[in-house]
C-alpha cells in the first residue's frame, strides 16, 4: 500500500488486484473472438485501472477465496477451476510490461534446493546442506557434523492447539532428537551446518541497486539462530557487501530470472560471507523502518517507474520516505478493510503465556501489497 500511494503521489495510477476477493467479490472474463483476444476482471477496488499495465510488482498473490458454506465436495473443484482461470489471467495480464519478478522465474526461483544449487554455481559461499526424507541419510549427516546442524522446513510452518499456534522455524537437531524412521520419510527437511556469527546481512537488491543492512541478531538470545522469532526486535545498521559478493548475487539473480530479491547471509567472526537463500518476494520496508538512514521505498518505487534490469538509485534530497508514508498506509489498509476477503493467510506473535506457545495475530500489512 505504502508503494501504491508513493506512485500516486507521482502521478500515476496504481491498481491493486486483491486476488482473495475471487470469486465472491470479483468476476473475470477471457474473450476470444477471431484474431482478438480480451480479458476483464472487475469488482472492488479495481474500476480505477484499466490495461495496458506498464509495470507489475507480482509478488506473493494470495489464492482465491471460496465460501465457507460450500459442499466439502465441492470445494476442491471449484478451487482448482478459481486458480487455473487466475494463473491465466496473470499471464495474459500485461505481456509487454516490466515484471517484478518476471512470471516464468517465480516457481524456480522459490524453491530451495534448485535456488542453493544455483547459489553454488553463482560462487556463493554456502553452508553444507542436506535435504533429505531418507532416515540413514539424515542420521549419518547429523553424526557426522557431530552436532552443529540445524533443520529448517521449506516454508514457515505452524500448529493449532487449542486456539494456541506454534511456529517452527531455524532449530538446531541432534540425533537423538530425531522422530522416527517413518515420520521423517513422511516430512523432508532442509539439515544444514551450523555456522557461527558475527551478525547477519539483510541485502536487498533491485536491478543492480544493492543496500545491505546488517543485523545484529547475536546481541539476543531470542534472535541468535533465527531472528525472525516472532515478537522480536532486532538492531539494524547500514553495511556494505564485498565487490566479489555482490558480483555472486548478481549472478544467481540472472541464473534464477528474477529483478529483485532479498538475501540472508551469515558473517562469520573470520569474516567470511555464508548464504541462506534469497526470497524473491522478500520483505524489505521493516529495514527502513527500523534505521531510517537506509533509504528502501524511494529506490523501490523509482526502480519500478525506471522499468529497467540495470537500474540504480542515486540519492537526493527529499524523496519518499516509509515514515512519511506508513501512517496514511495503515489509514487506507483499514478503511478499505470491510470492502475485501481476508486471504488465508496468518502471522503469528509471541505471547506473554508462560509456556512460551503463540498467539494468532491479524495485523494490517501495508508492506506487502497482494496487488498490480
Known amino acids: 500500500m505504502e508503494v501504491a500511494l508513493a506512485l500516486a503521489d507521482r502521478g500515476h495510477e496504481p491498481v491493486l488486484w486483491n486476488a482473495s476477493d475471487f470469486p465472491t467479490r470479483q468476476t473475470a472474463s477471457i474473450d476470444i473472438q477471431g484474431e482478438h483476444v480480451g480479458w476483464e476482471i472487475s469488482g472492488s477496488c479495481l474500476d480505477g485501472g484499466r490495461p495496458p499495465f506498464d509495470v507489475v510488482w507480482f509478488r506473493r498473490p494470495t489464492p482465491p477465496v471460496l465460501p465457507g458454506d460450500m459442499h466439502p465436495g465441492d470445494l476442491p473443484v471449484a478451487q482448482r477451476e478459481c486458480r487455473h482461470l487466475l494463473r491465466g489471467l496473470y499471464q495474459m495480464a500485461a505481456p509487454e510490461a516490466f515484471w517484478v519478478n518476471p512470471l516464468k522465474s517465480d516457481p524456480r526461483a522459490a524453491l530451495k534446493a534448485p535456488q542453493l544449487a544455483a547459489a553454488v554455481r553463482a560462487g556463493l559461499n554456502v553452508p553444507r546442506t542436506l535435504i533429505s526424507n531418507d532416515p540413514s541419510r539424515i542420521r549419518s549427516f547429523l553424526k557426522e557434523l557431530r552436532g552443529r546442524t540445524v533443520y529448517k522446513p521449506f516454508q514457515a510452518s505452524q500448529w493449532e492447539d487449542e486456539g494456541l499456534m506454534a511456529v517452527l522455524l531455524t532449530s538446531e537437531v541432534a540425533v537423538e532428537d530425531l522422530p522416527s524412521d517413518d515420520t521423517l520419510r513422511l516430512t523432508p527437511g532442509i539439515f544444514q551446518e551450523k555456522i557461527d556469527k558475527a551478525h547477519e546481512l539483510r541485502v536487498t537488491i533491485m536491478g543492480a541497486h544493492v543496500v545491505t543492512a546488517r543485523l545484529l541478531s547475536q546481541e539476543s538470545a531470542a534472535t ?149
Open 224 to 372: 541468535r539462530l533465527d531472528w525472525r522469532m516472532p515478537g522480536t526486535k532486532i538492531r539494524v545498521e547500514p553495511d556494505r557487501l564485498p565487490e566479489e559478493v555482490e558480483r555472486a548475487c548478481r549472478r544467481l539473480m540472472r541464473d534464477l530470472g528474477i529483478v529483485f530479491g532479498c538475501f540472508d547471509f551469515i558473517v562469520t567472526p573470520e569474516g567470511a560471507h555464508v548464504f541462506l537463500e534469497v526470497n524473491p518476494a522478500g520483505q524489505f520496508l521493516w529495514i527502513e523502518e527500523a534505521q531510517p538512514e537506509i533509504r528502501l521505498l524511494a529506490p523501490f518505487v523509482d526502480f519500478l517507474l525506471a522499468r529497467r534490469r540495470g537500474f540504480r538509485w542515486r540519492s537526493t534530497k527529499g524523496g519518499v520516505r516509509h515514515a512519511d508514508y506508513y501512517p496514511a498506509a495503515c489509514a487506507r489498509i483499514e478503511a478499505e478493510g470491510p470492502l475485501h476477503v481476508p486471504p488465508d493467510d496468518r502471522e503469528y506473535i509471541s505471547s506473554d503465556r508462560p509456556d512460551g506457545s503463540f498467539a494468532e495475530a491479524r495485523t494490517p500489512e501495508p508492506l506487502s501489497p497482494r496487488a498490480f
